[in-house]
């Protein structure tokens, strides 16, 4: 392409047809004609060249046509990011010049105004690409008209719906739709009916439709899965660091779903404490350009709401073997650090390792130990003096972090509670008590000796 853009400037190759450019071309450059058709085509779909009003082609960029896409706002205004390597600022469009372009749209622009002290203004040339996005929003129907209402509120209006939409739906409820741009009008077609408004799974539904999450794993994924044991044997600890005598415990919330670290605590001689942060070893299973390798990349991350769970990984290791559950091996990468008294580190060391954790316990119940409920404190008498020297150490970490100059974050969280239909019954303030302030510390640590 670039070859082509240099010929048309230094030829002279601007303002003619598109035969009389595929032709020219041909003559300087001798490549097929079939490919010149095509390769001008695709300059043509990406701005790089424009017709005019005598359908002449020009190179855009020498017109200061910048191209870009639309980031608009419920007032109406809009951004344009540049399609640029470099940190240009947005360029705004009022509403009057975006010439029927949409959030989303691949848009060339035309600067009309550059004040010294503020975003350059533009206005929208020519859309190069409509937003194919599929988008989430509602049905509401006012004076007979239906209309879909998006969730995302960078779109500036109430789009019509159109009457070939095989999928029809009512006042209120949830939808999937795709917009279609004839000659600046837009409408949405529905492609996806996801329940009413406002429940539950109609709103998970359409959290994970607007951020193209996974719901299910291919079938390659899933057998690559299946075919992993899921205990773990000899041949699987060899040559790792033998943890599993170790009063090993999980401490998560009530409502986790899997479990992906422990720790552990020894009294080495007075003066001198073993902290071991266990992790999961999920890299012993998941090797490098496998599919379940592939397919967590993609995913990046596990995503968690009130009621269900699509993870990373699939539910045999995210909830099986790579889960750190009690009364099983499991393989795990250990940092055991050697600490004072005062929670100076003496000595590290990093391990693979195995692993058997003797209790999968919550922060409540660690919570209920440190306040001194009897009940509790005799169903875990084997580790209540562990709680409490981690608790200790957890202490002493914490003000080692404040004297270095800590900043927190301390945003609150929400707790869900969902009753047996599906519906949001209650929500509330998560409490930080020392159990969760305990685990973050350690983790910081580990962290840090890393």
Same mark, same amino acid.
């Given at each position: ?135 989430i929003g509602k049905v509401e ?52 009916l996801l329940g009413k408004s ?93 599919a379940l390798d592939n397919e ?69 119940? &660690? ?81 840090? &000796?890393?």
């Amino acid at each position: 392409m670039e070859r082509l853009i240099n010929t048309i400037i230094e030829k002279h190759l601007s303002y003619l047809s598109f035969d009389e450019l595929v032709n020219a071309l041909y003559k300087f450059l001798g490549i097929n004609k079939t490919k010149l058709e095509k390769y001008v085509n695709e300059m043509i779909a990406n701005g790089t060249l424009m017709f005019d009003d005598r359908q002449t082609l020009f190179i855009s960029s020498k017109k200061g046509y910048i191209k870009g896409v639309i980031i608009g706002n419920r007032k109406g205004f809009a951004f344009c990011k540049q399609d640029t390597k470099d940190e240009e600022k947005d360029i705004f469009i009022a509403k009057s010049n975006l010439n029927g372009a949409i959030h989303g749209d691949t848009v060339l622009v035309q600067i009309v105004n550059k004040p010294a002290d503020s975003n350059p203004e533009g206005r929208v040339v020519s859309v190069l690409k409509p937003n194919s996005n599929n988008i989430i929003g509602k049905v509401e129907i006012s004076s007979g008209v239906t209309y879909f209402v998006p969730d995302d509120d960078k779109y500036s209006q109430n789009i019509k719906i159109s009457k070939n939409s095989k999928i029809k739906a009512q006042n209120g409820d949830k939808i999937v739709v795709t917009l279609n741009n004839e000659h600046g009008k837009i409408s949405a077609e529905i492609i996806e009916l996801l329940g009413k408004s406002e429940s539950l799974k109609a709103e998970q539904l359409g959290i994970i439709r607007s951020y193209n999450l996974k719901e299910e794993f291919d079938s390659t994924t899933l057998n690559e899965a299946i075919r992993i044991r899921n205990t773990v044997n000899e041949k699987d600890i060899k040559d790792r660091k033998d943890f599993r005598k170790l009063r090993t415990i999980t401490i998560d919330g009530v409502d986790a779903r899997d479990f992906d670290d422990a720790i552990s605590i020894q009294t080495l001689k007075p003066g001198v404490t073993r902290l071991g942060v266990h992790i999961a070893d999920v890299s012993h299973y998941v090797t490098p350009g496998s599919a379940l390798d592939n397919e967590a990349f993609k995913r990046g991350t596990s995503v968690y709401f009130p009621d269900m769970v699509l993870p990373m990984l699939p539910r045999e290791l995210s909830n099986g073997i790579c889960s750190l559950n009690p009364n099983v091996d499991r393989l795990t990468l250990s940092v055991v650090m050697d600490l004072d008294d005062d929670c100076n580190v003496l000595n590290s060391q990093v391990f693979e390792s195995v692993i058997h954790s003797k209790a999968r316990m919550t922060y409540d119940e &660690v919570t209920a130990i440190l306040e001194g409920h009897e009940q509790t404190r005799a169903k875990y008498s084997e580790f209540v003096e562990d709680i409490e020297k981690y608790n200790e150490l957890s202490n002493k970490l914490e003000k080692l972090r404040k004297q270095r100059g800590e900043i927190r974050f301390d945003v609150p969280e929400c707790f869900i509670e969902i009753d047996k239909n599906g519906n949001i019954e209650n929500i509330t303030r998560r409490e930080h008590k020392d159990s969760h302030e305990l685990i973050e510390s350690f983790m910081v640590l580990c962290n840090e &000796v890393v």
